[in-house]
Nanobody, 120 residues
Framework: QVQLVESGGGLVQPGGSLRLSCAAS????????MGWYRQAPGKEGKEREL??????????NYADSVKGRFTISRDNAKNTVFLQMNSLKPEDTAVYYC???????????WGKGTLVTVSS
């Protein structure tokens, strides 16, 4: 079973930056899209919010709330996806989850999440 491991979360002041990484435990073939989602504290019962995605061809998609501040990128050779987060705001506070979708059946894999806290 493929495992995704996120890293890079932590406490940062408003206006600061963090870089999240997500690495797969093994090579994943036929990746359709890799992405980051988040879930704010107290909203565990709600659907995770899409933050950013990147396709195997390099096309990116961002939530309106993070456009111009966050950048998603990937290293195909290492099955790793990154999220550079700049100009962080308190409302960015959330657990950030890595996601990989693969194959024609669109099988999804999720990481366990990494907490990002933006606070002074």
């Amino acid at each position: 079973q493929v495992q995704l491991v996120e890293s890079g979360g932590g406490l940062v002041q408003p206006g600061g930056s963090l870089r999240l990484s997500c690495a797969a435990s093994e090579t994943i073939f036929n990746i359709n899209v890799m992405g980051w989602y988040r879930q704010a504290p107290g909203k565990e019962g709600k659907e995770r919010e899409l933050v950013a995605t990147i396709t195997s061809g390099g096309s990116t998609n961002y939530a309106d709330s993070v456009k111009g501040r966050f950048t998603i990128s990937r290293d195909n050779a290492k099955n790793t996806v990154f999220l550079q987060m700049n100009s962080l705001k308190p409302e960015d506070t959330a657990v950030y989850y890595c996601n990989v979708e693969r194959g024609p059946l669109r099988v999804n894999y999720w990481g366990k999440g990494t907490l990002v806290t933006v606070s002074s």
